[in-house]
């Protein structure tokens, strides 16, 4: 008993009710005389019922052992017709050989179609060529009905629940890379609010912290009020950009007027805020702008280098020696080129730590078009190299 597997001693509540309705119907239609083979028999009219309490069990193994019932139910189906036969046996025989395409494994469930149809073509042509009578058509038939139809059905509908269990598997993938899909994008764009962010505030906090040292750094109030003049101009302008990143992030912003995105066009403004921030740590900004006449950029290329000179000139404010930071914009053979160079070394006064966010965010932003960027120092310069695509079919690949 141990070692018969559980669902074999459990049968299917259905299947219980399957076998005793199937057995009960079959003792009263042999009480009630009604015989499936007539005058064709060898054995006293009860043999009729012990293959039918032979094969009426089998009900209960169908869904769990579908070869040892289709094997026992032929037997008994056969057996069958050497006495006055039972419809009750043939029934279960059908409901045996359904069975046993439906539950079974999958090369029975393709065997039997093909096996029960040949059957059934054999059976005919043999008793049209014994009998010679018409009514010899009749025993093919009712041989597909026993044999080939069950089969065909049973085939047909674990056809269905095979494409029904393909289908529902490939929606779960279909939901799962959805999902996996939902969480890259938003991994993307909370990196790309973080970059926004930072390139946005990080000039204008640069700039506060640096002359809020330099003011408890100097005891002199002529220096402090002009620290404070430009701590004030700073706090006023990051606080705006703040408000206008606020106001793209509100869902409830669709009714509000689009804030200019920043340009090049900017830069000269960039970098005139940039030579007053500068001017007490002995920094120049010079811009040199030797793009030739052409089409415009696409926007987002105008964007990132805008944003990698604006990120650039904040580390300069912060990290660079006094002397003049170069800006250089160039564009020929489809690239757009942004070169800063900013003296590198050691300057006395205060400065502002960096986290290093800002060379990961303007090289993430050159890799996300396709270009290529470089930053690091290069005899007394820091260097910062960015090559972007300047061609709107390139920008979209």
Known sequence: MGDVPPKILRPHRDDVLLAVASVLAG???????????????????????????????????????????????????????????NLGTVLVFTDLMY???????????????????????????????????????????????????????????????????????????????????????VAAERARMARELHDMVANHLSAIALHSTAALSIDSPATSREALGVIRENSVQGLAEMRRLIGLLREAGAGQDAAPVPSLDGLAALLGRARANGAASGLDFVLDDARPPGPPLP???????????????????????????????????????????????????????????????????TELLGGTFTAGPAGPLWQVRAALPAEEKAVRE
């Open 27 to 85: 003792v009263l239609l042999w009480s009630l005389g009604v015989h499936s083979t007539g005058d064709r028999h060898f054995f006293p009219a009860w043999a009729a019922l012990v293959p039918l309490l032979v094969i009426g069990p089998m009900e209960l193994l169908r869904r769990t052992a579908p070869r040892l019932t289709l094997a026992v139910g032929t037997a008994a189906v056969i057996a069958d017709q050497f006495t006055v036969g």
């Open 99 to 185: 069975a046993a395409v439906v539950y079974g494994g999958p090369a029975m469930a393709r065997r039997l179609p093909v096996s029960t149809g040949l059957v059934t073509v054999v059976v005919t042509v043999v008793a049209v060529a014994w009998l010679r009578t018409p009514q010899s058509l009749m025993i093919g038939v009712l041989t597909g009905i026993v044999c080939f139809g069950p089969a065909l059905t049973g085939a047909t509908l674990r056809n269905h629940r095979e494409a029904a269990e393909a289908a529902r598997l490939r929606a779960a993938q279909t939901a799962l890379l959805a999902e996996m899909d939902r969480t890259q994008a």
């Open 299 to 365: 926007a987002p290329v105008e964007l990132a280098a805008y944003r990698i000179v604006q990120e650039s000139v904040t580390n300069a404010l912060k990290h660079a020696a006094a002397g003049p930071v170069a800006v250089r914009l160039a564009r020929e053979d489809g690239l757009l080129t942004v070169a800063v160079d900013s003296p590198y070394g050691d300057r006395p006064g205060p400065r502002v730590p960096g986290s290093g966010a800002g060379l990961i965010g303007m090289r993430e932003r």
